[in-house]
């Protein structure tokens, strides 16, 4: 795969799953955008490996979950770049995954569903309005959402974050069915649980454990599995495939 010369933004990219696919493409020549919300530091940190490899990064601060912030964003990477090749909306909402710290059904308010709403589904709305009138300009554009294999597979009932990747994966779909008469393809990566990352860190052994046997190929997911999907689907290879949601958890969902 060659991205010399395409302009990438990844949301949420100074640490994680993220960092990862930011780095990811900085390999294989991309112009990376590493999109932060706080952590400067980190998403330099991000920037300086991808140009450690002969890629070319910059990092950019925006809200995602605030429509002015992410135009702000998008109108600077036009300004220096000329045009958004692809988008990875992989920002969220922060999230622990931690059965034993977990709201039930019972405890659980409206405003913990807005809060996930808004950063998985809100973040990659307004991402994705900002980029598609440039993608629809050129006739070509790749959009990739991570969502989780929650959604096929509840296995632990984490409601608020599991209903926002549901609705980020209808919204996936119905992009894809209106955009590929532009040329724009929109597909969906679904990470199993993934250690370490922030949002895992807390996840006890045991139920690691769990998921491991449960596993067919016998172990959880890194931060760097996740980035061949997403590759593939930003690549030639996968300009024929839209509207797809590719399972990356060693065969825990199979459907």
């Known amino acids: 795969m060659d991205f010399k010369g395409k302009v990438i933004l990844v949301t949420g990219a100074s640490r994680g799953i993220g960092a990862k696919i930011a780095e990811a493409f900085g390999a294989l020549g991309g112009i990376v955008i590493v999109n932060y919300l706080r952590n400067r530091q980190a998403a330099d940190e991000v920037v300086n490996t991808i140009r450690l490899t002969g890629g070319e990064a910059a990092a950019l601060q925006a809200d995602v979950t605030d429509l002015a912030s992410v135009e702000r964003m998008m109108a600077e990477i036009i300004d220096n770049f000329g045009t958004i090749d692809v988008v990875v909306n992989n920002a969220l909402s922060h999230y622990t995954f931690n059965p034993k710290t977990r709201k039930p059904a019972w405890d659980l308010q409206w405003k913990d569903y807005q809060t996930q709403l808004e950063g998985s589904l809100g973040g990659a709305f307004h991402v994705c309005k900002a980029a598609m009138p440039y993608m629809k300009a050129q006739h070509e554009g790749r959009i990739i959402n991570m969502v989780s294999n929650l959604t096929d597979f509840p296995v632990v009932p984490y409601h608020d974050y599991t209903t926002a990747k549901t609705a980020l994966l209808g919204f996936s779909r119905n992009l894809a069915a209106e955009l590929g008469a ?6 969906c990566v679904s990470p199993g649980l993934t250690y370490p990352t922030d949002s895992s860190r807390d996840t006890k052994e045991d139920v690691r454990d769990i998921l491991t ?27 024929f495939v839209t509207g797809q949601c590719l399972r990356v958890d060693g065969g825990l969902v199979m459907v």
Do not use: C, E
């Open 182 to 187: 532009f040329g724009i393809t929109v597909n």
């Open 213 to 239: 046997r449960l596993t067919p190929m016998g172990r959880l997911a890194s931060p760097k599995d996740i980035t061949g999907a997403v590759l593939f689907f930003a690549s030639d290879l996968a300009g």
